[in-house]
């Protein structure tokens, strides 16, 4: 019969883990503590945001304890102040308005992370059993850039779709000076003309400006999400032509738990070729 497992962390994780289990004590008294001011304020729907927070919290545990991957204690805090800071800093406490480059911070971040996540598929896909890949460090690399960046433009769908069907705003919009169009062209040639916005009226109201209808936020999401991705590329790059001496990189890259049913991690094989990147080799975690 199959073993149940908790997703719950056991006591000896909580003393073997002090300071990563301090942060998330912290992070989740905080959650619940302004969830019981939203109930009370009757903002229901901060309320389910606390809410989804605090199921947020437990997918580190869920991943480490179902898939039975090690996330380094220095990933796992960034996940939890990532979604308490997207959350929240960002949604409740309203920071995505009161700073203007807190959502760039964020997609930043997010880019870095998920190429590490990235990084590490490589490495637990060629220590199962049912596969076995090769890969040169450059072409790592690329698969980890790429997954990264694969991640940004589905969440920048899921907020259009969000936007569209349910009115979110989740891409957020921006006041412009001027519009350079071909459409404006009054020759009607493919030369597009700059025309410079002095005065907007809506339905008789007239506006501060024109809005872009977030098409700024999205590609500046984009751009962000791919310096946080090409930032870990070039860090795991060099840590597998290093032969995974490195100490950063090991931060930030979940690792296949040993068991008996995965190969053993190999060495390169003289010719850049990496047949197991070196991330598993010490499946301890980095605090």
């Not at 960034?78 to 800093?89: K, N, P, Q």
């Not at 490589?122 to 199962?128: E, H, T, V």
């Not at 030369?191 to 916005?197: Q, Y």
Request: glycine letters at 6%; proline letters at 4%.
């Amino acid at each position: 019969m199959k073993e149940k497992r908790n997703i719950l962390p056991s006591k000896e994780e909580v003393r073997a883990n002090k300071g990563k289990f301090a942060v998330y004590f912290v992070l989740r008294l905080s959650v619940i503590g302004t969830m019981i001011a939203q109930a009370y304020n009757h903002n229901y729907n901060d309320v389910f945001l606390c809410v989804l927070t605090l199921v947020l919290f437990l997918v580190p545990s869920f991943i480490e304890k179902r898939l039975n991957i090690s996330l380094p204690n220095t990933l796992e805090i960034i996940m939890l102040l990532f979604i308490y800071s997207a959350e929240i800093l960002g949604e409740i406490r309203q920071y995505y308005l009161m700073y203007d480059r807190w959502d760039d911070m964020l997609h930043t971040l997010n880019g870095f992370l998920c190429a590490a996540i990235g990084f590490s598929l490589i490495d637990i896909l060629n220590r199962s059993e049912k596969f076995h890949i090769t890969l040169s460090p450059i072409f790592v690399a690329m698969v980890s850039f790429c997954f990264s960046m694969t991640i940004g433009v589905l969440w920048e769908f899921f907020e259009y779709f969000m936007d569209t069907c349910f009115s979110m705003d989740m891409q957020k919009d921006r006041l412009i000076s001027s519009i350079s169009s071909v459409m404006l062209n009054p020759q009607g040639i493919n030369v597009p003309v700059t025309v410079p916005i002095e005065s907007v009226v809506i339905n008789g109201e007239p506006w501060i400006g024109y809005i872009d209808i977030g098409l700024k936020d999205t590609m500046s999401d984009l751009f962000v999400n791919f310096i946080g991705a090409l930032v870990f590329s070039v860090v795991g790059l060099f840590y597998i032509k290093g032969r995974g001496k490195g100490t950063f990189a090991k931060r930030f890259i979940p690792t296949l738990k040993n068991n008996g049913s995965a190969r053993s991690p190999k060495r390169d094989d003289g010719a850049g070729n990496v047949d197991s990147c070196p991330v598993s080799e010490n499946n301890q975690n980095s605090s």
